[in-house]
């Protein structure tokens, strides 16, 4: 089972960049598709991104493409989240996962959730 940890979450203002990082242990890391998702307040959880193993294929939510940009390095097995052009609907606990996409839906494809890091944009 891969265990994640998720960082690099803040405080910034709208229009602003941030990048989130998920470190990954797990030697069969580069096999699995990663993603992040994402739940506001209230709110249930959104797909943001994901991207395969191989790095060939990245696949993004409607309301973060052209913003957001998912990537991944195997040799430190980490996937990263650069967000740009923040908006305050952006404001959420990201989570790292590995995933699946099940009939044109994607789900975590692990038994849990990590802790997530918080991102908030204000205005």
């Known amino acids: 089972q891969v265990q994640l940890v998720e960082s690099g979450g803040g405080l910034v203002q709208a229009g602003g960049s941030l990048r989130l990082s998920c470190a990954a242990s797990?030697?069969?890391?580069?096999?699995?598709?990663m993603g992040w998702f994402r739940q506001a307040p209230g709110k249930e959880r959104e797909f943001v991104a994901a991207?395969?193993?191989?790095?060939?294929?990245?696949w993004y939510g409607d309301s973060v493409k052209g913003r957001f940009t998912i990537s991944r390095d195997n040799a430190k097995n980490t996937v990263y989240l650069q967000m740009n052009s923040l908006k305050r609907e952006d404001t959420a606990v990201y989570y790292c996962?590995?995933?699946?996409?099940?009939?044109?839906?994607?789900?975590?494809?692990?038994?849990?959730w990590g802790q997530g890091t918080l991102v908030t944009v204000s205005s």
């Open positions: 996962t590995a995933v699946r996409n099940q009939w044109g839906t994607w789900t975590n494809a692990l038994d849990a």
């Open positions: 797990g030697r069969t890391f580069s096999t699995y598709t």
């Open positions: 991207i395969s193993g191989n790095r060939m294929q990245t």
